[in-house]
């Protein structure tokens, strides 16, 4: 069955660490998603990218970066994690003329 | 940013009954979807609402989007347990990606 993965789904990490959010789908969507999620607020974009080597800053600005070198893969990087990077973070793709998304389980980052 | 403003926030009912959620906003929308996600988990389509006046239904779930393409409702006929959890409203502002109401939490306990 196609899907969306994203790994790790739980990480506790010390202040000032570099982590990578990992997300795959295997459902050969051009365009992926960030999206960060704090209980109670809106799930807000922080990146988004269109396709091979495309890359967007979403609307709530963000201290991480992202890659798309291959269609199925669009990692997430923070350099240096703060306490206030502590969210939920969800990935999720769509077809390229579609804004239907499908969404991965999430990865839940704690910074302490 | 085009806002959705969903209501209520939280909604706690007993199996069986009838509910209503809503979602608004000050701008047209070319479409609107709605989620379910469920604690722990990703959010999970559950329609996309395209035409004003439109009305969906999936079993027990009724979705319409309004005449203006501003709002949307959805209503749970007969709720049950499984129906537990956070719906959320998105919206395409300029076709690139989704807003996100805050979402309606809801609890059906037996």
């Known amino acids: 069955e196609a899907d969306i993965y994203q790994t790790p789904r739980y990480l506790v990490i010390g202040t000032g660490k570099k982590i990578t959010l990992e997300c795959s789908q295997t459902?050969?969507?051009?365009?992926m998603y960030w999206y960060q999620q704090d209980p109670g607020m809106e799930l807000h974009l922080i990146h988004y990218?269109?396709?091979?080597?495309?890359?967007e800053k979403g609307d709530l600005s963000s201290e991480s970066t992202v890659s798309r070198i291959r269609t199925e893969h669009f990692p997430l990087t923070l350099e240096s994690a703060r306490p206030s990077h502590t969210s939920q973070y969800l990935c999720?793709?769509?077809?390229?003329?579609?804004?239907?998304?499908?969404f991965g389980q999430g990865t839940r980052l704690t910074v302490v | 940013t085009q806002l959705l403003e969903q209501s209520p926030q939280f909604l706690s009912i007993q199996e069986g009954e009838n509910l209503t959620v809503y979602c608004n906003s000050s701008?047209?929308?070319?479409?609107l979807q709605w989620y379910r996600q469920e604690p722990g988990e990703g959010p999970v389509l559950l329609v996309t609402?395209?035409?004003?006046?439109e009305v969906k239904k999936l079993k027990r779930l009724t979705f319409q989007f309004g005449d203006a393409r501003k709002d949307s409702s959805l209503h749970i006929t007969a709720a049950q347990t499984g129906d537990t959890g956070l719906y959320l409203c998105?919206?395409?502002?300029?076709?690139?990606?989704?807003?996100f109401g805050k979402g309606t939490s809801l609890l059906v306990t037996p």
């Open positions: 999720a793709s769509s077809e390229y003329l579609s804004t239907e998304a499908f």
């Open positions: 990218s269109y396709g091979v080597n495309s890359t």
């Open positions: 459902m050969g969507h051009d365009k």
């Open positions: 701008s047209v929308f070319s479409s």
């Open positions: 998105a919206g395409p502002p300029s076709g690139y990606a989704l807003n």
């Open positions: 609402v395209v035409t004003g006046g």
